[in-house]
């Protein structure tokens, strides 16, 4: 597992950092080509490049169904290889934000109690196959428009962070480990290395921390029309089925707060457990109880996934079955 976690840091290392000359080139190729060029002719196969923008979600431990009030922008570049009117393959490289809080859900006591939430960048390489439904021809003369579906495989990064809110009444140095914890306020915390469920602690060995690079399985359904002889518009909606549970952070139980892992094991235990931050007279003795320990804190029998609502915007730069056209 360690080997194949490094493998895929390598893979998505090198291809990050040749995420501004792929962004670059596509864009050179959609916009800068001559204002005043002869009539040209497509020959072969139909190559577009692009750009979408939409907006990221999540469904997780902390949003079971989507929030849209925690929906966070999403773009990227993407290209089409138009195999045939019915089959299209398609890389992507994008960006987004995804994030959850139990507060949406306070209405829920065991929701409300938790307290907890975060916010991750994610960055996804992807290949898909698009099937037109109608059949697609990138011109505007017989099948300009269909609907499609789509599937393929993703490798993508997320890093979980949260705010910390110091509270001197109840991040108190007897508390937690004789830690300050005033030198946090305000400060956002990457969630990973906190081992906020006890991974890798001598109790909790089997418990490993996960990766923060994963494999993703994008799936979903969208529309694209041919408005001009070499640009195209679409809509889509895709889900990504991740084999994580901790795009939030949150999978496992609650662990001792004596021994939660971590960089800081104060600041880990105050990350792991959030109740006392309510200051709910109701809820004073859940904190560290023995009843507490063990109890669940997420669901690991299920997986995360995130999402995208997207509008793309294509042009051809080669290829096709149109006879000419002018810049």
């Not at 934000?97 to 938790?114: F, H, L, M, P, T």
């Not at 921390?209 to 041919?226: C, D, E, F, H, N």
């Amino acid at each position: 597992m360690k080997i194949a976690s490094n493998t895929l840091n390598l893979l998505f290392t090198m291809i990050s950092k040749h995420l501004r000359v792929l962004a670059l080139g596509a864009t050179l190729l959609v916009v800068a080509l001559p204002a005043n060029a002869q009539m040209k002719r497509f020959r072969g196969k139909p190559i577009e490049v692009g750009m979408t923008l939409g907006g990221a979600n999540y469904m997780g431990e902390l949003t079971p169904l989507v929030a849209w009030n925690e929906t966070k922008p999403m773009g990227g570049i993407i290209c089409r290889f138009n195999y045939d009117d019915f089959i299209t393959l398609r890389g992507n490289a994008v960006f987004g934000q995804i994030s959850g809080d139990d507060k949406n859900y306070s209405d829920i006591a065991e929701r409300y109690k938790r307290n907890l939430n975060f916010t991750s960048n994610i960055l996804e390489f992807s290949g898909t196959v698009e099937w037109n439904l109608l059949g697609f021809e990138e011109t505007q003369r017989s099948n300009p428009g269909t609907p499609f579906l789509f599937a393929g495989i993703g490798v993508f990064k997320f890093n979980p962070k949260t705010q910390f809110e110091y509270l001197p009444d109840v991040h108190t140095p007897a508390n937690y480990n004789g830690a300050d914890l005033s030198v946090y306020d305000g400060k956002w915390i990457e969630l990973q290395p906190m081992a906020t469920e006890g991974q890798e602690t001598t109790k909790y060995n089997e418990r490993r921390r996960y990766s923060l690079t994963q494999v993703s399985i994008p799936v979903g359904v969208g529309y694209k029309k041919q408005f001009s002889e070499v640009w195209a518009w679409g809509l889509e909606l895709g889900v990504r089925k991740t084999f994580t549970d901790y795009l939030d952070d949150v999978s496992m139980t609650y662990v001792d707060p004596q021994i939660t892992g971590g960089s800081n094991t104060g600041l880990s235990a105050a990350l792991a457990d959030r109740t006392p931050e309510l200051r709910d007279p109701s809820l004073v003795n859940d904190y560290g109880n023995e009843e507490r320990l063990g109890a669940a804190r997420g669901n690991e029998a299920t997986k995360d996934w995130y999402l995208f609502l997207n509008f793309t915007l294509t042009r051809k730069i080669t290829g096709g079955k149109t006879t000419c056209f002018q810049f």
